[in-house]
């Protein structure tokens, strides 16, 4: 599937925005399903959102409550978390991941690529 690399992270102040990008071999994110998670200190991985192959999305919407957006560009290299009115319990690590072609999972479990994370903090 490829290497994935997570970039966009940074320290940002209650109710700024960021995006974050996964990037992929040419077409990875045309054939797969791709997951964001995020992980804080002392938490389990949580799922926050997923694009299908077929562009279909999903959402945690009790974490992100409508602020976050997951898009993929047309070339389907990059995969984009559009991340609005941050909140300082959004502050994580933020993980894209990979999964074989399916509807979007929820669970951390069905992705078998990972990144290596880009840092989310934010101040209050």
């Known amino acids: 599937q490829g290497q994935l690399v997570e970039s966009g992270g940074g320290l940002v102040q209650a109710g700024e925005s960021l995006r974050l990008s996964c990037r992929a071999p040419p077409r990875t994110f045309m054939w797969y399903t791709t997951g964001w998670f995020r992980q804080a200190p002392g938490k389990e991985r949580e799922f926050v959102a997923a694009i299908a192959r077929s562009g279909h999305t999903a959402y945690n919407v009790d974490a992100v409550q409508g602020r976050f957006t997951v898009s993929r560009d047309n070339t389907g290299n990059t995969v984009y978390l559009q991340m609005s009115s941050l909140k300082p319990e959004d502050t994580a690590v933020y993980y894209c991941?990979?999964?074989?072609?399916?509807?979007?999972?929820?669970?951390?479990?069905?992705?078998?690529?990972w990144g290596q994370g880009t840092q989310v903090t934010v101040s209050s």
């Open positions: 991941a990979t999964a074989q072609p399916g509807s979007p999972s929820r669970v951390a479990d069905s992705y078998d690529n």
